[in-house]
């Protein structure tokens, strides 16, 4: 099976941009969890995404926003760039994402600088 | 609250020495564990869980970790280090009211040839 991927690997926005990241899930797995990770502030969850319903929310402000597909495919938006948001952005998917036995799978990232 | 510690920002380690990466964790309920470890620039590799069971759980890359339900620990041992080992080592924990992972800050390891 292929493992979880994200697109695009890198990106270089401004500040005041919006960008938009893709992952798409492990085949057959439904929940998407997408993360923040910073030197600084470690991994920080961000939202989960199932069955195209956004099921949990982390501790970010409006500017950040996501989406999931009927083929579980998950976007997520970051609108109003500040520089703060130079990350990288890790997409993790799981089954159901509710079996307390579930592993989250995670992609290899996107790496956002904003300048 | 339901959290995860690990107290070693970063652990140093000669190569062939056995390693220990330390998670101490906090949860009500029963804790479901996990280990990841991270290499530059790229995403997060599973290594290994505790669900229920044996106490020493073995998992990829020749890593085990030891439950301990009395010191609250789910430490990341390996017997003998290889350089090839030196990434940053998550250690997390399951959040039974939403589903989620809890996660600790990292430690780096690092193996010196």
């Known amino acids: 099976k292929a493992g979880v991927t994200q697109t695009p690997r890198y990106l270089i926005k401004t500040r005041g941009q919006q960008v938009t990241l893709s992952c798409s899930p492990i085949s057959g797995h439904r929940s998407v969890s997408w993360y923040q990770q910073t030197p600084g502030q470690g991994l920080q969850f961000l939202f989960e995404?199932?069955?195209?319903?956004?099921?949990n929310k982390g501790n970010f402000p409006g500017r950040f926003s996501g989406r999931q597909f009927s083929n579980s495919r998950s976007e997520m938006n970051v609108s109003t760039l500040e520089l703060g948001d130079s990350a990288l952005y890790l997409c993790?998917?799981?089954?159901?994402?509710?079996?307390?036995?579930?592993?989250?799978?995670f992609g290899p990232g996107t790496r956002l600088l904003v300048l | 609250a339901q959290s995860v510690a690990q107290p070693e920002d970063q652990v140093n380690v000669a190569e062939g020495n056995p390693l220990t990466v330390k998670c101490t964790y906090s949860v009500s309920g029963n804790p479901y564990l996990f280990w990841y470890v991270q290499y530059p620039n790229r995403g997060l590799q599973f290594l290994l869980k505790?669900?229920?069971?044996d106490n020493l759980v073995k998992g990829s890359y020749g890593f085990e970790a030891e439950f301990n339900k009395s010191q609250t620990s789910f430490h990341l041992k390996k017997p003998s280090a290889l350089v090839s080992d030196s990434a940053l080592y998550f250690c997390a924990v399951r959040d039974h009211s939403n589903y989620q992972l809890i996660w600790g800050a990292g430690t780096k390891l690092i193996i010196k040839p």
């Open positions: 995404y199932f069955s195209e319903t956004q099921r």
């Open positions: 993790a998917s799981s089954l159901v994402g509710t079996g307390t036995q579930e592993t989250q799978y």
């Open positions: 505790y669900i229920t069971g």
